[in-house]
């Protein structure tokens, strides 16, 4: 849902206009790398399906504008920067762990330990001095390396393929009845307006509990009213949910399998052997380390944040309290490995493959080192 809904909230009259602007200026490769990867990290941080569209439709678009200009660009090293996303993801609003993590009772009842607290809170999680500095190091390094990346490489082309427009607006003309209704530019702002408000109040009723508030649900209900306010009208949002899901199709047929995987390296016991390994040979100020790369192994099998916190979780906070570490610098640590190999793991690509229209061995080059970079 999240992945479908941020689709949709990317597809948005609102983001196609941002993304228009955005692109107007920009004349060669190295500029244009600069762009996408701030844009696209900035945005994924907010919320990862959103941030992985809205980097794939910003890199297409670029193509097409450097196609109308009949100029040169490396357009697989900006559908690389467009990926980034997912390489920043899960330290931000929309992480699986952090987000499960500041439910209350959550951590509880993932471990049967009831000696661990309540919850996480995003004030020690996503907005924890840890985390800023390293978010902030992220958008600052990463880009500037995108840049380099382009000042060196050759692969440079003139991208030919028809202009996709995401926001055509639909006439009114011959409908009647409800009909109308679904092509009311007033219904759907008013609707999707009363949705972000309903999203504002718990928000407010909520601001002393530690934004704990923020769950799955709550971010898909905050979506879905963005995307309906910020759609023309009902008709076209229900246009952008049906291509959403067509974007979403590869990683639905594909995502059983990987839970298949995911169910016999936990009943196999191979995730334990990987974590008690790490935690064998970890102290206090190593252990953190250590569960950045086993967090990173696992997620090589099992590119799901949610289903590897559900597995690898409740080891790394029991070792953690045993340790002594900080529970949520242990949280953050399989946040960050669980992501930095996406780059690696090119499964979350298939929908931003699909927009580009790029092969995921035209990407991968970049995005490989990407990782390296990131680490």
Not at 43 to 57: D, E, P, Q, S, T
Request: hydrophobic share 50%; aromatic share 10%.
């Amino acid at each position: 849902m999240m992945l479908v809904l941020g689709h949709v909230l990317a597809l948005s009259e609102a983001v196609n206009r941002l993304i228009n602007n955005l692109i107007k200026p920009i004349q060669t490769t190295t500029r244009a790398a600069l762009i996408v990867c701030m844009s696209t990290i900035a945005v994924a941080y907010f919320n990862w399906g959103l941030g992985l569209i809205f980097g794939a439709i910003i890199a297409r678009k670029l193509g097409e504008h450097f196609s109308t200009m009949n100029k040169k660009l490396n357009y697989p090293l900006i559908g690389a920067c467009g990926y980034l996303g997912l390489m920043v993801w899960h330290g931000g609003l929309s992480g699986s762990s952090l987000v499960k993590a500041a439910e209350a009772g959550h951590l509880r009842s993932l471990t049967g330990n009831t000696s661990l607290p309540i919850s996480l809170g995003f004030n020690e999680t996503v907005f924890s001095n840890m985390n800023l500095i390293s978010a902030l190091g992220i958008f600052i390094i990463i880009p500037l390396f995108a840049r380099f990346l382009a000042n060196k490489s050759h692969e440079e082309y003139i991208p030919l393929f028809k202009s996709i427009d995401s926001s055509k607006k639909e006439t009114t003309n011959d409908a009647f009845g409800a009909e109308r209704m679904d092509r009311s530019r007033l219904l759907s702002k008013l609707i999707g307006g009363l949705l972000i408000v309903v999203t504002a109040f718990v928000a407010v009723v909520h601001k002393g509990e530690n934004l704990g508030f923020i769950t799955p649900n709550y971010i898909n209900f905050s979506l879905l009213g963005l995307g309906i306010f910020f759609h023309t009208n009902f008709q076209t949002f229900l246009k952008a949910v049906q291509d959403a899901m067509s974007g979403a199709a590869g990683i639905l047929i594909q995502f059983p399998l990987y839970f298949g995987i995911l169910a016999l390296l936990k009943t196999g016991g191979l995730i334990e052997v990987f974590s008690d390994f790490f935690i064998a040979i970890s102290n206090p100020t190593t252990f953190p380390i250590f569960t950045f790369i086993s967090a990173g192994i696992v997620n090589v099998f099992v590119p799901s944040g949610g289903g590897q916190w559900a597995i690898q979780g409740p080891i790394i906070l029991e070792a953690a309290q045993q340790i002594g570490v900080p529970l949520n610098k242990a949280v953050m640590a399989l946040a960050y490995g669980d992501q930095i190999t996406n780059m690696l793991q090119p499964f979350w690509a298939l929908p931003l493959l699909s927009i580009t229209q790029l092969k995921a061995s035209q990407i991968l080059p970049y995005t490989l080192l990407f990782m390296l970079v990131g680490s």
